[in-house]
């Protein structure tokens, strides 16, 4: 990661050079044009993002809140076989609503950690900041507002102890096989023998369930992905017209993967910032986003390849969702 100094003083107009434009202007300028899903989250797609999960269509959320408030007792005690003493990491904490059943437990347990949530959006983790000691007032919390890696190094110099990491809400599905699979051995790496790992996948299902999801009728999964377009006109002063663009959500069964696309509805071209023209040809997708499923045995895979023993899974009812703990 770049370190951008404060210029602020030096420089009148807000400097469009940071990592953001960087990202942006590279992605645009791949022969297939996308955009990194992780800046959809500003305080507008943090907001859109919580309606999504309020949608009928979206399944993800009860599902693993279903997990986690029927099955924390049991996951508690699962880390207390696995690990002694612990303190609790959290990677894209959001809301925490899932993860808060989870604490409690280990709360009522007794159970003595602090907890790490680590997210990309400084207005989650103020929020969190806010919120968490009202619910769970005997909770010792230190909020990091970072990339996940920086954020867990980050960690290591507040605590000695062991780590269970959480990662949880299908974050993993943002990532394509191959860039899971580079993720979880990085992740590896900022992690010490027996520590643990308790991630969610999205499993492979009906396609159609799957589909809908990343199409619901209300059109709120469609602005999320436009909001990001908004966000480049807003802090890079590009001019993205919304109307020019059409959202294309598709599923493939065969790969799992679900993809999102804004295509381009004509040819045009797009300013970002004083410097860079982008032009699009007449239906030119943007890839947006990937929420990857997987098929258990993919996990358990994936597992094994990047350094971790699959050591527990914990499904929802339907068994549309997994949390696997893994351990280092
Ligand atoms: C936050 C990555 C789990 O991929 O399901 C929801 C994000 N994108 N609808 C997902 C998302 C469109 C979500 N995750």
Known sequence: TTVIPDNTVLCKRKPVTGTFYQEVIKGLSAPQKY???KYFYDAEGDRLFQQIMQCQEYYLTGCEMNILSARSA??????????????????GAGDATKSIHLL???????TDF????????????????????????????????????????????????????????????NFNPAAAHNFCLELRNYLSPGDLLLTGFDL???????????NDTAGIT??????????INKELGADFDINRFEHYPTYDPGTGACKSYLISLEKQQVKIGQDAV???????????????KYALEETNQLALETGFQPVARFLDDRKWFMDALWKR
């Open 204 to 214: 492979k299902k009906n396609p159609q369930v799957i589909l809908r999801a990343y």
């Open 35 to 37: 955009l990194d899903s």
């Open 222 to 231: 469609r602005a999320f992905n436009f909001n990001l377009l908004t966000r």
């Open 114 to 173: 602090t907890y790490f949530p680590i997210d990309i959006s400084a207005n989650v983790i103020r929020h969190l900041e806010q919120q968490l000691p009202a619910q769970l007032p005997d909770l010792r919390m230190k909020g990091l507002n970072g990339e996940y890696f920086d954020m867990l190094q980050q960690v290591n110099t507040y605590s000695r102890k062991k780590k269970v990491v959480l990662f949880m809400g299908g974050n993993i599905g």
């Open 74 to 91: 049991e996951i508690a005690a699962t880390l207390a076989l696995q690990a002694s003493t612990f303190d609790v990491v959290e990677l």
């Open 278 to 292: 982008i032009s699009f040809e007449a239906f030119e997708p943007l890839y947006m986003e990937i929420s990857q």
């Open 104 to 110: 409690r437990q280990l709360l009522a347990n007794g």
